[in-house]
Nanobody
Framework: VQLQASGGGLVQAGGSLRLSCEAS????????FGWYRQAPGKQRELVAL???????NYANSVKGRFTVTRDNTENTVYLQMNSLKFEDTAVYYC?????????WGKGTQVTVSS
């Protein structure tokens, strides 16, 4: 089982990026997916969650700017990030919890220039 995150990059403040997390090796229809981020010198923090049924939850810091969605036919979860701020700069990680087992993908770097 693997999670592959992609879509990071360098963007100016106010810009947008769309991250993708593709799961392979199993079906993840009912898995809970989460996007986390870790900035230099800081602990990893939860950004957004999406349940198996598609219900999203967001950290207060990203509410109204980020949107998490999933496509179960593609085993893929997306994080649309709009109105990016300098403080959104971090390595973003995808996590999936499937039948009580937690999986992590390698991170993708998001850098927002002010």
């Amino acid at each position: 089982v693997q999670l592959q995150a992609s879509g990071g990059g360098l963007v100016q403040a106010g810009g947008s990026l769309r991250l993708s997390c593709e799961a392979s090796g199993a079906t993840f229809d009912m898995a809970i997916f989460g996007w986390y981020r870790q900035a230099p010198g800081k602990q990893r923090e939860l950004v957004a969650l999406i349940s198996g049924g598609g219900s999203p939850n967001y950290a207060n810091s990203v509410k109204g700017r980020f949107t998490v969605t999933r496509d179960n036919t593609e085993n893929t979860v997306y994080l649309q990030m709009n109105s990016l701020k300098f403080e959104d700069t971090a390595v973003y990680y995808c996590n999936a919890i499937r039948y009580g087992v937690s999986y992590w993908g390698k991170g993708t770097q998001v850098t927002v220039s002010s």
